[in-house]
């Protein structure tokens, strides 16, 4: 998180001849009025895909309330009422389907926190590759930096000379890319993002390999959910200024770190108590040097018939539960009840312990949970995403 935001009560959106907005609500209801900043952008969509689905943005979200959903895809899906579900037949090298869920969904700051949810995440099918990410947005504005990121980062993936050849390289240039678009697109919109960024994850499955690349908090876990052999096979560590090499950068780019709580530490800009970044590499967040936007990357091989699964979540998520924890909530709840029943066990399960830690304040809960070579009978399709509908 950065330094405390301003909150006041919500207030309708202003026109555009009314006064400058004097505070966060009001600069905040201001920004819903300009389509470009809230609006998908049809700059960004990636042709041919099979199926692409991200999170829009709304005014005066509330506590628990669920991400809007845009899609592009010409798969018609079925609902329940409470969920929609798309199902399409595509190109893969494992012998099962793969079952994706996503479940966004508003925290509660303060009773008068003026932000939507500032959690943002993507899914995009190409072929017979799967991209899939999470963006954490924090500060004041950072539901407009997450909502940018996850349609740029596809975009720049998907666009990259090192596309489908070089995966490292490739997520790598993504992530640089969309920083510079943001940042450009910051200045040219009159969008403060000296303390407002976010956390961003990325995994793509080619073939048998996931390939992963984050920066930030917003983590990746990957494990198996076989009955005989359930564990966790990798997680990302999160990007903390304390952190050996990464404080060294900081403070040699004139922040400073300082430690604030027991084993918890911000940067500054030195002799300031701002901005205070808990993180240290992030999207935006151009007040303190040393600031990276370069992710670290990993990646694992699967046999044909491994029954992996990943979690790719923002720390609403991770803040109370550790990815051995994880695993051990949503392997078995995975081969019994599937992704959808998983992803809100698991939120369920997380909101519980920021009650219990946090008394009313939640941070926003995203999961995107992928489970592949599921043994499904009776269908002709081989790729399910379930989505909540929002109210």
């Known amino acids: 998180m950065n330094a405390a935001e301003e909150e006041e009560e919500v207030k309708e959106p202003t026109t555009p001849q009314e006064d400058a907005p004097t505070s966060l609500a009001e600069k905040v209801a201001q920004d819903f009025k300009n389509p470009v900043l809230v609006s998908p952008q049809d700059t960004f969509i990636v042709p041919n895909a099979s199926f692409s689905v991200f999170g829009g943005l709304r005014f005066g979200e509330k506590f628990t309330m669920d991400k809007v959903v845009e899609t592009r895809t010409k798969v018609k899906p079925t609902s329940d009422g409470q969920d929609d579900t798309y199902n399409w037949n595509g190109s893969t090298s494992l012998k099962g389907s793969t079952h994706i869920s996503v479940?966004?969904?508003?925290?509660?700051?303060?009773?008068?926190?003026?932000?939507?949810?500032q959690d943002n995440y993507f899914v995009l099918q190409l072929g017979a590759i799967g991209i899939y990410g999470v963006c954490d947005g924090h500060g004041p504005f950072g539901h407009l930096v997450s909502f940018r990121l996850?349609?740029?980062?596809?975009?720049?993936?998907?666009?990259?000379?090192h596309y489908g050849q070089d995966w490292k390289e490739a997520m790598k240039e993504a992530f640089l890319n969309a920083q510079k678009d943001l940042l450009d697109f910051c200045r040219?919109?009159?969008?403060?993002?000296?303390?407002?960024?976010?956390?961003?994850?990325?995994?793509?499955?080619?073939?048998?390999?996931?390939?992963?690349?984050?920066?930030?908090?917003?983590?990746?876990?990957?494990?198996?959910?076989?009955?005989?052999?359930?564990?966790?096979?990798?997680?990302?560590?999160?990007?903390?200024?304390?952190?050996?090499?990464?404080?060294?950068?900081?403070?040699a780019a004139g922040s400073e770190v300082r430690e604030v709580d027991e084993n918890s530490y911000r940067i500054?800009?030195?002799?300031?108590?701002?901005?205070?970044?808990?993180?240290s590499r992030a999207f935006g967040d151009?007040?303190?040097?040393?600031?990276?936007?370069?992710?670290?990357?990993?990646?694992?091989?699967?046999?044909?018939?491994?029954?992996?699964?990943?979690?790719?979540?923002?720390?609403?998520?991770?803040?109370f539960i550790e990815y051995d924890k994880a695993v051990d909530l949503t392997a078995k709840?995975?081969?019994?009840?599937?992704?959808?029943?998983?992803?809100r066990f698991i939120t369920e399960a997380s909101r519980k312990r920021w009650?219990?830690?946090?008394?009313?304040?939640?941070?926003?809960?995203?999961?995107?949970?992928?489970?592949?070579?599921?043994?499904?009978?009776d269908t002709d399709t081989n790729f399910a995403l379930t989505v909540r509908r929002h109210e």
Not at 151 to 160: C, D, E, G, N, R
Not at 302 to 319: N, R
Not at 333 to 343: A, P, Q
Not at 355 to 374: E, K, P, S
């Open 188 to 251: 040219e919109h009159d969008v403060n993002v000296e303390a407002s960024g976010a956390a961003g994850s990325m995994l793509i499955i080619d073939g048998q390999t996931v390939h992963i690349s984050h920066i930030g908090d917003a983590g990746v876990m990957l494990a198996s959910w076989n009955r005989r052999d359930s564990r966790m096979i990798s997680g990302t560590k999160d990007h903390k200024p304390q952190n050996e090499g990464e404080k060294a950068r900081l403070e």
């Open 355 to 377: 009650a219990y830690c946090c008394g009313d304040y939640c941070d926003d809960i995203t999961v995107l949970l992928i489970q592949w070579n599921v043994n499904e009978k």
């Open 103 to 117: 479940l966004c969904q508003k925290g509660q700051k303060s009773a008068s926190d003026p932000t939507p949810n």
């Open 333 to 343: 709840k995975l081969r019994l009840k599937g992704t959808r029943e998983t992803t």
């Open 268 to 279: 500054y800009i030195r002799g300031t108590n701002f901005p205070g970044l808990t993180m």
């Open 150 to 161: 996850v349609q740029t980062l596809p975009h720049f993936l998907t666009t990259s000379a």
């Open 286 to 319: 151009t007040a303190c040097g040393g600031v990276l936007q370069e992710p670290e990357y990993e990646k694992h091989m699967m046999q044909p018939s491994d029954e992996y699964y990943a979690i790719v979540a923002s720390d609403g998520i991770w803040e």
